[in-house]
DNA sequence: TAAAAAAAGTTGCTAAAGTCAACTATTATT
DNA sequence: AATAATAGTTGACTTTAGCAACTTTTTTTA
């Protein structure tokens, strides 16, 4: 590929990234620690058992275990032990967990709202097509 | 702002930092944690002193001093006092600190070659023009 | 201009985040 | 039936990070 190809798309991530703040180590949120966020969309996902969230956040199982278990004693999410393979806990947000969980939500799109609020509509729009566009091609070339 | 323009770019923000792997915890290389590579890129970029980089990435300055200690332990970061304000240290890359942002870049250029590179030319331009439009409208509405 | 306040960086102490290996219980394999 | 594998837990440990007290130098102020 060409480098100057590489160079622009590494500018574009440096600057999308620094504007978002991607990376923010307090994310959008106050609640919750990124991994924290991240767990409750999974579970709320479907991917809702320490091993696929394990797989998935390629995290060590050990420190999952903890994390969990800190959620579960504050009340965010069950595990529930079914009628299959009774190795498995199946995890689920309870109602305090559904709210944690859209309230994130509702920061997030505030911080959308907040970063985005001053582009004008015809900008905006190009901006928003943009995203569809480079959405839509670098997902249909990834790999699997 | 409209509520579907939201759920649109957070939809991008999503697919983006996932394939990207933006947010993962190994960053691009295996040579150096996330702050580290950091530090190198804004060291070698001219943001010299422990009180300007403390700043700028918001960490703790005991935790910065103990991380800076290690690198210059390690030789890859050199600490002058200079005939200026003598409380400050202006740091700077020594050559093998050089070295290892160098290959650090090499790595990080490998990886976007990775994930673009079954890309074909006419739609990798597509992407490339849209994010030069996202990274001019945003840059330019964005605070400051 | 001497005393007080502030700034740059260091160090001790602590907590939180994360890793690794050994362990229990259950299920799958031979 | 015995062995191996899997899901999850626990103990011991390292790394990452934060806070406050401290030293040295510079700036402010009375």
Do not use: C, W
Not at 77 to 82: H, L, P, S, T
Not at 96 to 113: F, H, P, S, T, V
């Amino acid at each position: 590929m060409d480098v100057e190809n590489i160079k622009e798309i590494r500018k574009f991530n440096r600057s999308y990234t620094r504007i978002l703040k991607l990376t923010d180590k307090y994310h959008l949120n106050t609640h919750f620690a990124l991994l924290e966020s991240r767990l409750f969309l999974e579970i709320d996902r479907g991917v809702n058992t320490a091993n696929q969230l394990m797989e998935l956040l390629q995290i060590d199982k050990g420190y999952l275990s903890r994390v969990l278990k800190r959620l579960k004693n504050d009340g965010l999410i069950d595990d529930i032990r079914g009628d299959g393979d009774r190795r498995v806990k199946t995890l689920q947000l309870t109602v305090k967990g559904e709210a944690a969980l859209e309230e994130d939500n509702r920061r997030a799109d505030q911080q959308i709202e907040n970063l985005f609020a001053r582009i004008p509509e015809t900008e905006l729009k190009k901006v928003i097509d943009d995203m569809k566009e480079i959405k839509d091609i670098v997902k249909k070339y990834s790999k699997e």
